[in-house]
């Protein structure tokens, strides 16, 4: 079982930066690849970046690449996603997710793939 816990979200100016922080709790983090998705009102939640449970896999959305980098830190048990250049349209809450995975290099782009799920963080880009 894995707690997962967002914070850093908040109202920003179009071009500021945030970092969200997704902190885990529980057994084998290390061996979970992580995921950051983010669902806007009306519409679905959808993928934003994911990492491999070894941290040297990523992979992102055409919609925030180049802008946003995700990574994690084992000792603190927690992943970021650091947001550069943020947009209007990157309003949304924003969720961390967790799967156990086997291969270090895996990593997940699809709601269904995760097991675990925090409750979510909002961010607001003002134009």
């Known amino acids: 079982q894995v707690q997962l816990v967002e914070s850093g979200g908040g109202l920003v100016q179009a071009g500021d930066s945030l970092r969200l922080s997704c902190a885990a709790s529980?057994?084998?983090?290390?061996?979970?690849?992580m995921g950051w998705f983010r669902q806007a009102p009306g519409k679905e939640r959808e993928f934003v970046a994911a990492?491999?449970?070894?941290?040297?896999?990523?992979y992102y959305a055409d919609s925030v690449k180049g802008r946003f980098t995700i990574s994690r830190d084992y000792a603190k048990n927690t992943v970021y996603l650091q947001m550069n250049s943020l947009k209007p349209e990157d309003t949304a809450v924003y969720y961390c997710?967790?799967?156990?995975?086997?291969?270090?290099?895996?990593?997940?782009?699809?709601?269904?793939?995760?097991?675990?799920w925090g409750q979510g963080t909002q961010v607001t880009v003002s134009s």
């Open positions: 990492i491999g449970w070894s941290g040297a896999s990523t």
């Open positions: 997710a967790a799967k156990s995975a086997y291969s270090s290099g895996a990593y997940y782009s699809t709601v269904d793939d995760y097991d675990y």
């Open positions: 529980g057994r084998r983090f290390s061996r979970y690849a």
